[in-house]
C-alpha cells in the first residue's frame, strides 16, 4: 500500500512512519488533496471514510502547525494518518470536504479551536465558540485568562448563615 502511494506521488509524501501500530505518511500541502483522492479512488486502496481530522501547535517549532487527517478503508480494513505541516501565523490548507463531506464538521473544529483555514471549506464558521470570540484557545500562543466561578460572589454572606458562624 504505502509503496503504492509513494511511486504514484515521489516528490509530495514522504514516510512511511510507524508508531504504536499506526502508519503516518507526510504530505506536501499543496497536493493534500490530489493524494486523498488517489487514496479514495483508487481500487486497490479504497480509503472511503475519513474519521478524523486534528491539529498539534508544535510553538515555537517551525513548521508550527501539523494537521492530521486519520482515514479508513472499509472494504480492506486499513487505516492511515496523513500528516500536514504547516507554517505561520495563518496558517492554511485546502478543504478535503470535496474528497470526504465528512471533513466538514472536522474541519470546523480545528479551525475554530486552532485557527487552520480550510481554503475551499463550503461553511467556514466556528462551531463551538461564539461568533465574536478573538483568537483560537488551543493555541499555545494563546491568552490565557480566569474567570472567578459565579457561586463565591455571596462567599461572605454563606459564611455569616452557617450554624458555626461566629457572630
Given at each position: 500500500m504505502i509503496d503504492l502511494i509513494k511511486s504514484q506521488f515521489p516528490e509530495a509524501v514522504s514516510g512511511p512512519i510507524e508508531f504504536h501500530g499506526e502508519t503516518t505518511l507526510v504530505v506536501q500541502p499543496d497536493r493534500l488533496i490530489e493524494v486523498c483522492t488517489f487514496l479514495r479512488d483508487d481500487p486497490a486502496l479504497k480509503f472511503d471514510l475519513l474519521s478524523d481530522v486534528s491539529a498539534v501547535d508544535h510553538f515555537p517549532a517551525?513548521?508550527?502547525?501539523?494537521?492530521?487527517y486519520h482515514v479508513y478503508s472499509l472494504e480492506?480494513?486499513?487505516?492511515?494518518?496523513l500528516k500536514v505541516w504547516l507554517d505561520g501565523e495563518q496558517p492554511?490548507?485546502?478543504?478535503?470536504?470535496a474528497v470526504?463531506?465528512?471533513a466538514n464538521w472536522h474541519e470546523r473544529e480545528v479551525w475554530d479551536l486552532m485557527g487552520i483555514a480550510f481554503d475551499g471549506h463550503p461553511d467556514p464558521r466556528r462551531i463551538f465558540l461564539p461568533e465574536d470570540?478573538?483568537?483560537?484557545p488551543l493555541r499555545k500562543d494563546a491568552a490565557q485568562f480566569y474567570e472567578e466561578p459565579q457561586f463565591t460572589h455571596n462567599f461572605d454572606l454563606i459564611e455569616?448563615?452557617?450554624p458555626y458562624a461566629k457572630e
Open positions: 517551525q513548521p508550527r502547525f501539523a494537521v492530521n480492506n480494513n486499513r487505516e492511515l494518518r492554511h490548507v485546502a478543504s478535503a470536504t470526504w463531506p465528512g470570540y478573538l483568537g483560537h455569616s448563615q452557617k
